[in-house]
């Protein structure tokens, strides 16, 4: 899009500043000491997911519920593969919504016209039939590509000092997150299972209207940051990664060409659900071997770099491991919650979705105790390496799917149990994300060769989105599979993993070649 010479309006985040004015640095010290432009990108942030985590608690419970409660009547297979396809497709648009605000609009512009395609998604959703339900699944799906990997990069924009202040900026951020992921399935949860699950979707949407309006009158706060200022010089390597980007055409126009062939085999269905994931899942994974070969074979790599890089596709591997358990929270799980979980508490039956909540509110309790356990571990010389972190959040994920074997076990012939069982395995599962999630980021970052490293970024999403969609296949076997046979097999591959990975530390250290 062209910039224009002077904003029209210094508070309009859509419209450029100029270089150098009045406003063209974010405003300091209003925010808990830090820049007021953090208020700004805090709230829209805490706001866009309680949009997204509202009608994620709701999303499985709805498309399973009988019609004639309102829902959509689908059984837990086609379930299970629409869910995977969503939340595996917010990872995924990561990446051309990345593309996008870095090449042609802005930060600044992606942040605000995600929020608003976001907004019309649930809009949708709030509309009643299979045509709006889908059309708001995919609005969501585009919208979020937009806002997440835009409005994280303009968080740090806020501190081009970088350092410790800029951590923390980065702490309070996190913060806003799990607020938002906390409200949501209270108020959202509560609206869609107890009075209306429209009404419960339309009430997301209205959070991120909510987060829309606030981050445009606290645009003024941000200076210039996430603008996408006139005369940018190219960046080094441009033609490089244009050639990259012309392979990763290649590779795409490939794969669509497969598709078809399969299709016309008989190999892959691409007009059911569950076909689609299927051929999702291939993509994927073919993307992200292409990818690994060329970046061996061709990828200019020294023999350091081709180690760190072996050691990231390890870690890709672990991560979409870890992912495919942790995703069950808003499938199988919830499922687990509304079907065999006794939930009256004082004569009052609390929606299933409420208990979605309870990982935020322990990631809010734990977040900061990690935080400094890491940093009084590293001043004795005690601090797990990396994959050591890997190993035990696996192994925590797997502990956790072990205590539902014993749930399931104990709700067996339809008898409802404690909520005390999904509280215990939100624990485990809060205890290992805490433990993987933030350390698989810094980790890719340090061991990115430098001139790839936002490529290898977006590799690393792939290994969520994977491990999403294979969530969603995961809890698609919640009615053919009896329970202790599905939780005990998904704790078994996350412990075996971890374990796996345990036997390996060392080895791998010493090919991260002094990265910790």
Same mark, same amino acid.
């Not at 010089?233 to 012309?246: F, I, K, M």
């Not at 990763?248 to 190999?267: F, K, T």
């Not at 035990?392 to 956790?400: E, I, Q, R």
């Not at 290992?432 to 810094?442: A, K, N, R």
């Given at each position: 899009m062209?910039?224009?010479?002077?904003?029209?309006?210094a508070?309009d985040?859509?419209?450029?500043?100029?270089?150098?004015?009045?406003?063209?640095?974010?405003?300091?010290?209003?925010?808990?000491?830090?820049p007021?432009?953090?208020?700004?990108? /805090?709230?829209?942030?805490l %706001?866009?997911?309680?949009?997204? &985590?509202?009608?994620?608690?709701?999303?499985? $419970?709805?498309?399973?519920a009988?019609?004639?409660?309102?829902?959509?009547?689908?059984?837990?297979?086609?379930?299970?593969a629409?869910?995977?396809?969503?939340?595996?497709?917010?990872?995924?648009?990561a990446?051309?919504g990345? %593309?996008?605000?870095?090449?042609?609009?802005?930060?600044?512009?992606?942040?605000?016209? =995600?929020?608003?395609?976001?907004?019309?998604?649930?809009?949708?959703?709030?509309?009643?039939?299979?045509? /709006?339900?889908f059309?708001?699944?995919?609005?969501?799906?585009?919208?979020?590509? $937009?806002?997440? @990997?835009?409005i994280s990069?303009?968080?740090?924009?806020?501190?081009p000092e970088g350092?410790?202040?800029?951590?923390?900026?980065?702490?309070? /951020? &996190?913060m806003?997150?799990?607020?938002?992921a906390?409200?949501?399935?209270?108020?959202?949860?509560?609206?869609?299972?107890?009075? *209306?699950?429209?009404?419960?979707?339309?009430?997301?949407?209205?959070g991120?209207?909510?987060?829309?309006?606030?981050?445009?009158? =606290?645009?003024?706060?941000?200076? *210039?940051?996430?603008?996408?200022?006139?005369s940018?010089?190219?960046?080094?390597?441009? +033609?490089?990664?244009?050639?990259?980007?012309?392979m990763?055409?290649?590779?795409?126009?490939? $794969?669509?060409?497969?598709?078809?062939?399969?299709?016309?085999?008989?190999?892959?269905?691409l007009?059911?659900?569950v076909?689609?994931?299927?051929?999702?899942?291939?993509?994927?994974?073919?993307?992200? !071997? +292409?990818?690994?070969?060329?970046?061996f074979?061709a990828g200019?790599?020294?023999?350091?770099e081709?180690?760190?890089?072996a050691?990231?596709?390890?870690?890709?591997?672990?991560?979409a491991?870890?992912?495919?358990?942790?995703?069950? +929270?808003g499938?199988? !799980?919830?499922l687990?919650?509304?079907?065999l979980?006794?939930r009256?508490?004082?004569?009052?039956?609390?929606?299933?979705? &409420?208990?979605?909540a309870?990982?935020?509110?322990?990631?809010?309790?734990?977040?900061?105790?990690?935080?400094?356990?890491?940093?009084?571990?590293?001043?004795r010389?005690?601090?797990p390496?990396?994959?050591?972190k890997?190993s035990?959040?696996?192994?925590?994920?797997?502990?956790?799917f072990?205590?539902?074997?014993?749930?399931?076990?104990?709700?067996?012939g339809?008898?409802?149990?404690?909520?005390?069982?999904?509280?215990?395995?939100?624990?485990?599962h809060?205890l290992?994300?805490?433990?993987?999630? @933030?350390?698989?980021?810094?980790t890719?970052?340090?061991?990115?060769?430098q001139?790839?490293?936002?490529?290898?970024?977006?590799?690393?999403?792939?290994?969520?989105?994977?491990?999403?969609?294979?969530?969603?296949?995961?809890?698609?076997?919640f009615?053919?599979?009896? $329970?202790?046979? !599905?939780?005990?097999?998904?704790?078994?591959?996350a412990? +075996?993993?971890?374990?796996?990975?345990?036997? /390996?530390?060392?080895?791998?250290?010493?090919?991260?070649?002094?990265?910790?």
């Open positions: 062209n910039q224009t010479p002077a904003p029209q309006s508070n985040p859509a419209v450029p500043l100029v270089p150098g004015g009045p406003s063209s640095r974010p405003e300091q010290g209003s925010f808990f000491g830090h007021r432009g953090l208020s700004t990108l /805090f709230f829209t942030e %706001w866009e997911r309680f949009s997204y &985590y509202g009608m994620r608690a709701l999303l499985f $419970l709805f498309m399973t009988a019609v004639e409660k309102g829902g959509l009547g689908f059984d837990t297979n086609k379930a299970g629409i869910y995977g396809l969503y939340t595996s497709g917010v990872y995924l648009a990446m051309p990345g %593309w996008l605000a870095d090449r042609i609009i802005g930060q600044r512009r992606a942040v605000l016209y =995600g929020g608003i395609i976001i907004a019309l998604g649930h809009f949708s959703m709030a509309l009643p039939g299979t045509f /709006f339900f059309l708001g699944l995919l609005l969501i799906v585009m919208g979020t590509g $937009l806002l997440k @990997p835009n990069t303009m968080v740090g924009g806020l501190y350092g410790a202040r800029r951590d923390a900026g980065f702490s309070i /951020f &996190y806003g997150i799990n607020i938002g906390f409200i949501a399935p209270l108020l959202v949860g509560y609206l869609g299972e107890k009075v *209306n699950w429209h009404l419960g979707f339309g009430a997301a949407g209205v991120m209207v909510f987060g829309v309006i606030q981050y445009l009158l =606290g645009g003024k706060h941000l200076g *210039n940051v996430g603008q996408k200022l006139p940018e010089p190219p960046a080094p390597g441009q +033609a490089e990664r244009g050639g990259s980007r012309t990763g055409l290649a590779v795409v126009g490939v $794969l669509v060409g497969l598709l078809v062939v399969l299709q016309w085999l008989g190999v892959v269905d007009t059911t659900a076909g689609l994931a299927n051929a999702g899942g291939l993509i994927i994974v073919t993307l992200a !071997l +292409a990818f690994f070969a060329f970046q074979t200019g790599l020294d023999a350091t081709k180690r760190r890089l050691v990231i596709g390890v870690l890709f591997i672990c991560s491991i870890f992912w495919a358990g942790f995703e069950q +929270a499938s199988s !799980l919830n687990f919650a509304r079907e979980t006794d009256t508490i004082f004569g009052w039956q609390m929606p299933a979705s &409420y208990l979605q309870v990982n935020a509110l322990l990631i809010i309790s734990f977040a900061p105790v990690f935080a400094w356990l890491w940093v009084w571990l590293n001043k010389g005690l601090e390496s990396s994959p050591a890997f035990m959040g696996l192994v925590l994920l797997g502990s956790g072990g205590v539902m074997v014993m749930a399931s076990l104990a709700a067996a339809g008898r409802q149990v404690s909520p005390l069982w999904l509280v215990l395995t939100y624990l485990l809060t290992g994300e805490l433990s993987l999630s @933030p350390v698989g980021l810094s890719v970052t340090k061991l990115s060769p001139r790839a490293v936002g490529q290898m970024m977006g590799v690393w999403f792939m290994s969520m989105s994977l491990g999403n969609l294979i969530a969603g296949r995961v809890a698609g076997q009615e053919a599979m009896p $329970l202790p046979q !599905l939780f005990g097999a998904v704790a078994a591959v412990i +075996a993993a971890g374990l796996v990975l345990s036997l /390996f530390v060392r080895p791998i250290r010493r090919m991260m070649g002094g990265v910790h």
